[in-house]
């Protein structure tokens, strides 16, 4: 008994019975705190895609389109100066006519042709030049539609409608609907254009192509010297100050902001060597700055989980400290370097403060077709079309994300799996 009058093991049991509580309280603070992040990025994910589902599919109408001559301005087809000098709009303006009837007021008759988008005219005048026998006849296509009438016919005027969009048009959009001649489609431009001030023409066809290319300048320089610099500090590099700086820079560059690495590469790649603004080679330089030290450090880590009694069997059988890294400690520490590698391109895909730094903010209309060619990036597509006021960008740009999220859970899944696969277990 002791002098409070409890024995020794109701004392025990009474504090067992504390701890019990606190773990149990703990484990429900744990249990909270992870399903609120679930719940957040479920919530997340949840409006982006109520948002952005939308931007894979795009109204079509159906029109039947005479290419008329004397409306064109156009006697010989095969003249490319004639072709682009003719009046495509006149061909759109007397197929919704024949269609929806011929207006009695000039408000009327624009009302009409807004029902198409602009982007129409220049796609009937890349058919003609395919095909300068078109030149007189006629062919029903399906062309895509104005954004606001988009908008409108995929909410059918509900509350989220915001567009402008005249009671005619509706009127005309419910003819046309219930004949079948008007439809929700797949949106091919979506995947295939570059971007565009009009929201239904425009793409992300060029910026995946611009994150394409930038992310092979990246990976072709990051990889091979972060994995060289990895095998010179973990194998070879003497034990002084000197390398214990670099070991501790390395580790400080991974937490420098990344828009200083676009500052840097405005001031050294731009201003001093010249290089050509808002390209994928200088998206690649400034996005290699930024990948290194994580390369560098998943590699290190790599080198280290390698067995010592490796290197010791080699050495002792004869082979040079080269011939130990090269043939033994390299081969076994790639999966996790490749693994470093995959995260660290990740990251670098999702950059986007450094790369507004260096230009890739331009508005790019063409897909680049080379790497020091005109081009942006899709976060950077994303950041501008965030800022536009139109309705139907708000759909874009979810759209948009919905394709980066997609990059980066295949990226992060792939690392994920060559770890799995390659990884060895000493």
Do not use: C
Not at 112 to 119: F, I, N, P, R, Y
Not at 185 to 211: L, M
Not at 267 to 274: C, G, L, P, W
Not at 320 to 348: D, E, F, N, R, Y
Request: aromatic share 8%; no cysteine.
């Amino acid at each position: 008994m002791t002098d409070s009058g409890k024995s020794t093991t109701e004392i025990i049991r009474a504090s067992l019975a504390r701890r019990h509580r606190a773990e149990r309280r703990f484990h429900a603070y744990g249990i909270a705190a992870v399903s609120f992040a679930v719940l957040s990025v479920v919530v997340l994910l949840a409006d982006i895609i109520g948002k952005g589902h939308g931007a894979f599919r795009q109204t079509y109408l159906r029109l039947s389109v005479t290419y008329d001559g004397a409306l064109l301005g156009v006697t010989d087809a095969t003249d490319a100066r004639q072709v682009t000098d003719g009046d495509f709009q006149a061909l759109i303006r007397d197929a919704v006519q024949r269609r929806l009837g011929e207006p009695t007021d000039r408000i009327a008759r624009r009302q009409q042709v807004a029902l198409v988008s602009d982007g129409a005219a220049y796609e009937l005048m890349a058919r003609l030049r395919a095909d300068p026998a078109l030149l007189g006849a006629s062919e029903t296509l399906w062309l895509a539609a104005d954004d606001d009438i988009d908008t409108w016919f995929k909410t059918r005027g509900g509350d989220e409608f915001t567009g402008r969009i005249s009671e005619r048009q509706v009127a005309w959009m419910n003819d046309l609907a219930e004949h079948g001649d008007a439809e929700l489609r797949f949106n091919r431009t979506f995947f295939t254009s570059g971007d565009s001030r009009e929201p239904e023409q425009a793409g992300i066809g060029g910026a995946v192509i611009g994150t394409l290319l930038t992310l092979i300048v990246t990976l072709a320089l990051s990889f091979p010297l972060g994995v060289a610099a990895a095998i010179y500090l973990e194998e070879f590099a003497p034990e002084n100050r000197w390398t214990d700086f670099i070991e501790v820079n390395i580790n400080n560059l991974a937490a420098v902001p990344s828009i200083i690495f676009g500052l840097l590469g405005l001031a050294v790649f731009i201003n001093f060597f010249e290089l050509p603004r808002s390209a994928p080679v200088l998206g690649g330089l400034v996005l290699t700055l930024i990948t290194l030290p994580t390369v560098i450090v998943a590699s290190r880590a790599a080198i280290k989980a390698v067995p010592p009694s490796i290197r010791e069997a080699a050495l002792g059988l004869g082979a040079s400290k080269m011939q130990t890294v090269l043939g033994h400690v390299l081969p076994l520490a790639m999966p996790g370097m490749l693994t470093g590698a995959i995260i660290g391109m990740a990251h670098a895909l999702g950059e986007t403060a450094p790369l507004l730094m260096i230009g890739m903010v331009a508005f790019i209309v063409d897909v680049p077709q080379g790497f020091t060619e005109p081009a942006t990036v899709l976060p950077v597509q994303i950041f501008l079309w965030a800022d536009s006021p139109e309705r139907a960008f708000v759909e874009k740009t979810s759209g948009a994300i919905m394709v980066l999220l997609a990059f980066l859970v295949v990226m992060n899944g792939l690392a994920v799996l060559l770890r799995k696969r390659l990884e060895r277990r000493w």
